[in-house]
C-alpha cells in the first residue's frame, strides 16, 4: 500500500485527490496546506478519521510514515518542496513547471540523484488518447516523416484569475505567463512528436494584463528539429478557453488534433477521421483530462521499478526549450538549443 500525502490544497489537488481516491494499493495519509481549513477540508472529501491535516509540508512529513508526496502548491515552491521531500527519502509526484530556471531545474535532478528516489512530473497530455492513437498511426508507417507542425493555443485569463492567486503574474513566483502556466503542455506534445529542439526564436507580448501581471500573454514562435520545423503559438488573452489546435505535415499525409477529434488525410485523398469520448471525473477537457492516467501510470512505473515516462530525464527537453524561448524573446535573438538544465 502506498501511503501518500498531498501539499497544497488549491483547485489541482482535487484532481489529484480525486483519482489518488479510487486507485488500488493507495492510501491518501495526510493533507497539507499553509492554510489548515483547506486541509481539514479536503480530509472530509477524500480522507478517512485517521487522515492527518497538517500546515506545512515539513510538519506533515515529520509526523507521517510517507512513500509518495504530491506537489500542487504554486510554481515557486516546487522545487524547494521537493527537495525538502527528497530528504526525507519520499518520492515526488509534481504538478508543472518542474523548475522555473535553469538553476532550480539541476539542483532538482542533484537531489534526486543522490536520494535515489523518482521525480515525476505531471504532463498528462502525453496519455490522451488522441495523442497515442497519434503515436500508434505512425507505429503502422502510413504517414512518412514528419515535416512540420503548427499549435495553437487561445484561452482566456482576466484580472481576477491573477489578483485572487496571490501569486500568479509576479515573474519570481510563476516564472512566466502563458507559456510557463497554460501552453507548456503544448509545447510539451511538439517535442514529444518532433524530438529534441535544435533552435528557436521567440516574442512575446502583454496585450490585456499591461500593469496587471509583470508577464506575457502572448507567446509566439519558431522551432527547428533535425527533420522538422514548427510554428508555436499561445495567448490568454481570448474570450474564451478553445480546444487547443495541433498540426502535423508528414510526407504522405495531415494530421489533425483538435480537443477529442483527430483527422488524418493522406496525400491520394482517402483520410480517417476518430473521435474520443471526453473523459469523466475532474477536470478540463479543453487543457486534457488524462491526470488518471498519467498518476497511474507514475504508480506502476514505482511499483515495477521502471523509468517513469515523465521523469525529470524525460521532460528535460520540453524544460529546457521553454527556457530558450524565454531567453530569445527577452534578447530578441535566435538561441540554439540544448543548453544544460
Known amino acids: 500500500m502506498w501511503k501518500v500525502g498531498i501539499v497544497g490544497c488549491g483547485n489541482i489537488a482535487k484532481v489529484h485527490a480525486e483519482v489518488l481516491k479510487n486507485m488500488e494499493n493507495v492510501n491518501i495519509q495526510a493533507f497539507a496546506d499553509c492554510n489548515p481549513d483547506k486541509a481539514v477540508s479536503y480530509k472530509k472529501m477524500y480522507g478517512t478519521e485517521e487522515t492527518g491535516c497538517w500546515s506545512s509540508l515539513e510538519e506533515m512529513l515529520e509526523n507521517e510514515k510517507l512513500d509518495v508526496v504530491h ?5 515557486y515552491l516546487h522545487v524547494p518542496m521537493a527537495l525538502t521531500v527528497l530528504e526525507h527519502g519520499v518520492h515526488v509526484f509534481m ?56 499549435a495553437f493555443l487561445t484561452w482566456s485569463r482576466g484580472e481576477k484569475y491573477y489578483k485572487e492567486s496571490g501569486w500568479r503574474g509576479i515573474k519570481e513566483k510563476e516564472g512566466g505567463g502563458v507559456l510557463m502556466n497554460q501552453a507548456i503542455h503544448t509545447l510539451d506534445l511538439l517535442v514529444q512528436f518532433l524530438g529534441k529542439p535544435l533552435a528557436a526564436e521567440a516574442n512575446m507580448k502583454n496585450h490585456h494584463l499591461a500593469g496587471i501581471i509583470e508577464e506575457e500573454d502572448t507567446m509566439e514562435a519558431y522551432i527547428r528539429f533535425e527533420n522538422a520545423s514548427a510554428c508555436f503559438y499561445a495567448t490568454n ?8 489546435l495541433m498540426e502535423l505535415e508528414c510526407e504522405k499525409a495531415s494530421v489533425r488534433m483538435e480537443e477529442n477529434q483527430l483527422w488524418i488525410r493522406y496525400k491520394n485523398g482517402t483520410g480517417k477521421t476518430f473521435s474520443f469520448a471526453k473523459a469523466s471525473g475532474v477536470g478540463k477537457s479543453y487543457w486534457g483530462n488524462s491526470h488518471g492516467r498519467c498518476i497511474t501510470d507514475y504508480y506502476e512505473s514505482l511499483y515495477a521499478g521502471k523509468e517513469f515516462r515523465n521523469s525529470l530525464e524525460n521532460v528535460k527537453d520540453t524544460f529546457s526549450l521553454t527556457m530558450d524561448l524565454y531567453e530569445s524573446a527577452e534578447t530578441g535573438k535566435p538561441v540554439v538549443c540544448g543548453k544544460e538544465v
Open 71 to 75: 506537489i500542487c502548491t504554486p510554481h
Open 95 to 150: 504538478e508543472k513547471p518542474p523548475a522555473i530556471s535553469r538553476e532550480t531545474f539541476q539542483k532538482l535532478q542533484q537531489a534526486e540523484k543522490k536520494a535515489s528516489k523518482c521525480v515525476g512530473i505531471c504532463f498528462q497530455n502525453r496519455y490522451n488518447e488522441s495523442v497515442a492513437q497519434i503515436f500508434g498511426e505512425f507505429k503502422k508507417e502510413e504517414l512518412g516523416k514528419i515535416i512540420g507542425a503548427r
Open 237 to 244: 488573452a481570448y474570450v474564451s478557453d478553445s480546444p487547443v
